[in-house]
């Protein structure tokens, strides 16, 4: 029995639980992980670069007020004002990378934030409920699986594209790619979520709740999801990257953001034209910063399903 | 126990009554694999036409090898699982009536055997024994929550500062204080023990027995005891019942069946508990295996263990007769062979 209920050990202040998170095993091994802490580095240096862009951008690339044809096409270094060279327009080529990268990064985090929530509602349904419910929503998703990203994306933008107006079709392609990409990428994360899903719903805090008559949404929600969630974080770190790379692509072919609002992959595709005849930076530099962002992304969430397998501690 | 006189007849009606319970579970291969072997379901018979009572502020101890269906009685006596057949009774009403009601259900719990899984390991011990407060709306309010946790804790011997703490932070014996500080937080009457000590230190047992012993005393508790540990058994338990391969082969007061056991399978487990005493003597161990409830032996299920058995004992089940004040399933009992 515990007979000094107030020692150190057992006081919980402010100061001890911010203590505690410096202590967590998770800082230790991100503090000891010289890869985690660089790719963190040119991670956070990316993001805040593409978040901050209309604030820290040298030039609004938008603003064709600001655009002058005497300014196209400067090699990079040639002048502080434009350090990355500019297009055939006079933009400068490194705010455009940085207001493309914060288009990227909004269809990467929208389309994850799509798949995870898809995907863990369905994994937690079909591995609470199992039987045929299970059956059915997981044959759902082999058959999602079979799909490759691409393919969707093309699929659902000509079906959009004929539905939609032409004149609306800029403005929804936003939301056109995020679930193009999303529906392509959440059975992974339904697969994932049903397997830890069917490993919690056994154990006994769930019978303990059951046996005071919890109701099934309750245990699902406040039980069961949060123990399921460490493999999502993980998949949902990687997945960030894929998807990014899917919208890269997709701009690329030609099906993904208008030309108003260019993401990388836009970029990459426009500078393209200009490869042959010399001006490589206009596609060189929207390739190096979306293989930076991308491969720091991957990186911090290959650390993470390291950090978080408690096997390999 | 002495029993206060109650004048309704849910009062006087014992706290939980099995009726003939039984308890199949679905062992069959899946349905493709069944259809191309071309062969049917397949049923195993965990608990098998089970009776017994708990009268209220007592201890109904059952015991008995792994796989004997201790545990799926304990499930089926706060309704985790419904009964293939046979009826259970809480306060007189049918089990599944009683716990559609909020009213009844507040005054059942279960504690269960492993506090590693027993507890969210993402909550925090004060949110964990909460929940029952939370779920039958006893307290409102954060303030009177936090006083009536802490209460809650402190009955069980752990601080009111411990609430903050999340389960991994804690042994494995404060973590079954904390499953009997929430099973007691909705002040439940019944209580279902799974086996609450048997992933306990030997030392740290006593202390939660006792403690366990201490609040039923206190709180008027009856407790439904699953057990392998005889020991443990016979420091808990006012009626004892030895069950083997989903029956009960003999149940009657615990002292009269640790002092005069008469099945010959009590006889063996009674035999096989380490004593002092008997510290260099040659044992009987206990022969053979617990046979498969799939394919259970015919007659007796204990036969092919039993040096008692003849060629009724294999062919005829045994029922349980009246051996004094204790209930004996064995034809070599009712025959007068032992």
Not at chain 1, 30 to 42: E, K, M, N, R, Y
Not at chain 1, 81 to 105: F, H
Not at chain 2, 42 to 58: E, H, K, M, N, Q
Request: charged share 20%; net charge neutral.
């Amino acid at each position: 029995m515990r007979m000094e209920p107030g020692t150190a050990v057992a006081e919980t202040t402010t100061a001890g639980r911010r203590a505690g998170w410096r202590d967590s095993d998770l800082w230790y091994s991100f503090s000891h992980s010289p890869l985690a802490i660089g790719s963190a580095t040119v991670g956070l240096i990316c993001v805040l670069g593409a978040l901050g862009a209309p604030w820290i951008a040298p030039h609004d690339p938008f603003n064709v007020a600001s655009l002058s044809l005497l300014d196209s096409f400067k090699v990079p270094l040639h002048s502080w004002s434009y350090p990355l060279g500019t297009d055939e327009q006079g933009r400068d080529m490194l705010s455009a990378i940085m207001y493309g990268g914060r288009v990227s990064l909004a269809v990467g985090a929208a389309s994850v934030l799509f798949a995870v929530v898809l995907g863990v509602a369905v994994g937690l349904v079909a591995g609470y409920a199992g039987g045929p419910v299970d059956a059915v929503l997981m044959r759902a998703a082999d058959v999602q699986l079979t799909f490759p990203a691409i393919l969707m994306a093309l699929l659902v933008d000509g079906v959009v594209g004929a539905i939609v107006p032409r004149e609306r079709h800029e403005a929804v392609q936003f939301y056109v790619i995020v679930f193009a990409i999303g529906i392509s990428r959440w059975p992974q994360f339904a697969r994932t979520v049903r397997g830890s899903t069917l490993v919690e719903r056994g154990k006994d805090y769930v019978a303990a709740a059951r046996v005071i008559g919890i109701g099934r949404l309750r245990i699902l929600f406040g039980h069961i999801l949060p123990n399921v969630l460490g493999p999502v974080l993980v998949i949902g770190t990687l997945t960030l990257g894929l998807a990014i790379l899917d919208e890269a692509t997709l701009s690329f072919l030609g099906v993904g953001l208008p030309p108003t609002e260019p993401s990388l992959g836009t970029l990459i595709r426009i500078g393209d034209d200009f490869l042959f005849s010399g001006q490589w930076w206009v596609t060189v530099f929207p390739g190096v910063a979306l293989v930076l962002l991308v491969l720091s992304i991957n990186l911090l969430g290959d650390w993470l399903r390291d950090a978080l397998n408690p096997r390999l501690r | 126990m002495p029993e206060a006189p109650l004048p309704t007849t849910a009062a006087t009606a014992p706290m939980l009554e099995a009726i003939g319970v039984s308890r199949v579970f679905d062992v069959s291969r899946p349905w493709l694999q069944r259809v191309l072997a071309r062969e049917g379901r397949l049923g195993l018979r965990a608990v098998d036409t089970v009776s017994f009572a708990i009268p209220r502020a007592s201890t109904l101890s059952l015991v008995g090898e792994s796989g004997c269906g201790k545990s799926t009685i304990a499930r089926l006596s706060v309704g985790l699982l419904a009964p293939s057949g046979g009826e259970i009774r809480f306060e007189g009403q049918s089990l599944s009536v009683a716990r559609a009601q909020a009213a009844l259900r507040r005054r059942m719990n279960m504690i269960f055997q492993d506090p590693f899984a027993s507890l969210n390991p993402r909550w925090r011990v004060r949110d964990i024994v909460a929940e029952p407060l939370r779920a039958f709306g006893l307290v409102h309010g954060t303030a009177e929550r936090t006083a009536r946790v802490a209460a809650l804790l402190a009955q069980v011997g752990l601080a009111p500062s411990d609430g903050d703490r999340y389960p991994h932070e804690f042994s494995g014996g404060q973590r079954q204080r904390i499953s009997i500080a929430r099973a007691l937080a909705s002040e439940p009457e019944f209580l279902v023990c799974d086996e609450p000590t048997s992933a306990l230190d030997v030392s740290v047992q006593a202390q939660i027995l006792n403690l366990m012993r201490d609040l039923q005393e206190r709180l008027g508790l009856t407790f439904l005891f699953i057990s392998h540990n005889l020991a443990v058994v016979r420091h808990m338990s006012d009626r004892l019942g030895v069950m083997y391969l989903g029956r009960i082969v003999e149940i009657g007061p615990a002292e009269t069946v640790f002092r005069t056991p008469r099945h010959p399978y009590t006889r063996l487990l009674l035999e096989a508990i380490p004593d002092l005493a008997m510290v260099g003597r040659a044992r009987t161990p206990v022969g053979g295996e617990v046979p498969s409830p799939i394919d259970p032996p015919s007659g007796c299920a204990f036969h092919p263990r039993c040096k008692l058995a003849n060629a009724r004992c294999r062919e005829e089940k045994p029922e349980q007769v009246a051996a004094g004040d204790v209930l004996v399933a064995c034809h070599a009992v009712a025959e007068g062979r032992a």
